[in-house]
């Protein structure tokens, strides 16, 4: 039993009589956008210093109670264009590339140990997930998987130029590369969807990644003893403690010169032990400074130049 969605053949996240899975988004870099330039018909685009022929595709939608609308697309060889008043842009996802992610989920469910479930893992593609594992064979594993391309120039951040081949994928980084633990010797794993590897990995993963409070919070109480009851764990998932609060508020000792209701604030803030209750008043206050210092943090412009 477990989780699964429309047109799924099968149990995506679940609990067999030997497995069981689960699946926190990598948050990877699976798609980039490439400004390209065509020519004055439109009908094709510069690439390597030569002009090719753009791909028109042509689908219709129907209506219902209208009109049919035609709808025609054009490619490149990277993907689909987009036009607009700001310039002519390209997108390659590998959501539009053949894949064999709904093989995987087939074979999962029919894995009995990890052998199994891992060769069953290799033929998922995207979207790209940290796929933890854990089963009576007393293995416990987690690895980022899917289709992560390889590109010519190393990363991929922002706008890449499409009239170079310099940008293009040349592969597809090998299963085996990917980031992954099996059976650590600290006897647990955890994913927030957090950054999955060290600075030190050797492929472009991404730059966008989810704050790591959660995971420093789930280490901590999984770490803090060597066996948990599931009552306990039912209690873990349910915890309301805010790392953030910790690291936030210890600066907060150091301030002098307030005003008084700056001051009180202050004192309250350096009383308060982080539990996020909905009771809490100074949990909300607590928030109410944090989206503040956030404002004030990134009000300046991120992007600068013409």
Do not use: C
Request: proline share 5%.
């Amino acid at each position: 039993y477990g989780v699964t969605f429309p047109a799924v053949p099968g149990i995506v996240e679940g609990i067999t009589p030997t497995t069981a899975w689960a699946f926190t988004n990598t948050g990877a870099d699976q798609l980039d956008t490439y400004r390209v330039v065509l020519d004055e018909s439109g009908r094709q685009y510069l690439f390597d210093g030569q002009w090719r022929d753009l791909t028109v595709e042509t689908d219709t939608i129907f209506v219902k109670g209208g009109d049919p609308v035609v709808l025609a697309v054009s490619y490149t060889h990277f993907g689909p264009v987009n036009r607009s008043v700001d310039g002519d842009y390209v997108t390659r996802w590998v959501g539009h590339e053949f894949g064999t992610s709904l093989s995987a989920i087939w074979d999962m469910n029919r894995a009995t140990n990890y052998e199994e479930f891992e060769l069953a893992i290799r033929q998922w593609d995207y979207p790209m997930q940290n796929i933890l594992y854990a089963g009576r064979d007393s293995i416990v594993a987690i690895r980022s998987t899917g289709y992560l391309p390889i590109r010519g120039q190393g990363d991929a951040y922002g706008i890449l130029d499409g009239t170079s081949s310099d940008t293009e994928w040349i592969g597809r980084v090998p299963f085996d590369e990917l980031p992954h633990s099996i059976n650590p010797e600290r006897g647990f794993l955890s994913s927030t969807n957090q950054r999955p590897a060290s600075e030190g990995y050797p492929h472009y993963l991404g730059r966008d990644w989810r704050s790591i409070y959660r995971s420093i919070r789930i280490n901590e109480l999984l770490s803090s003893k060597q066996e948990h009851s599931p009552v306990e764990i039912a209690s873990y998932q349910a915890d309301q403690k805010a790392i953030k609060a910790q690291l936030f508020i210890e600066p907060l000792k150091d301030l002098k010169d307030l005003s008084s209701a700056a001051e009180r604030l202050r004192e309250r803030f350096l009383q308060f032990d982080g539990t996020m209750s909905v009771e809490s008043t100074v949990a909300r206050l607590f928030n109410a400074y944090i989206d503040n210092l956030e404002d004030m943090t990134w009000d300046e412009d991120v992007f600068v130049g013409t």
